[in-house]
Nanobody
Framework: QVQLKESGGGLVQAGGSLRVSCIASGLTISRAAMGWFRQAPGREREFVACISINSRTTYYADSVKDRFSISRDNANNAVALQMNNLKPDDTAVYYC????????????????????WGQGTQVTVSS
């Protein structure tokens, strides 16, 4: 059974930083493109960042570019999202997702391409 478990969310003031992490079990993430998505109350789930198996391909939402950084540690089956200069608009539940692929350079911004999802971790940014 595949499980993705997020951690590291919390409450931070605007301008602060947080690092959210995701640990996979039941799946070797060296076989999966990984992504982070978020959903704020009353809004649809939206793409944040994604990374290919070989880390050579990364994409970011325009709203987080130059503030957020996605990384992965295949040896430890983990992916992380470093979030700097946080803004109140970044407040949301952050979800980790995995898409099994044989293309080491593939990364996807599309939620429907991902087969596995975590339960999410809450990030709240106060003004």
């Amino acid at each position: 059974q595949v499980q993705l478990k997020e951690s590291g969310g919390g409450l931070v003031q605007a301008g602060g930083s947080l690092r959210v992490s995701c640990i996979a079990s039941g799946l070797t993430i060296s076989r999966a493109a990984m992504g982070w998505f978020r959903q704020a109350p009353g809004r649809e789930r939206e793409f944040v960042a994604c990374i290919s198996i070989n880390s050579r391909t990364t994409y970011y939402a325009d709203s987080v570019k130059d503030r957020f950084s996605i990384s992965r540690d295949n040896a430890n089956n983990a992916v992380a999202l470093q979030m700097n200069n946080l803004k109140p608009d970044d407040t949301a539940v952050y979800y980790c997702a995995a898409h099994v692929t044989i293309n080491f350079s593939y990364a996807s911004k599309t939620p429907s391409n991902y087969e596995y999802w975590g339960q999410g971790t809450q990030v709240t940014v106060s003004s």
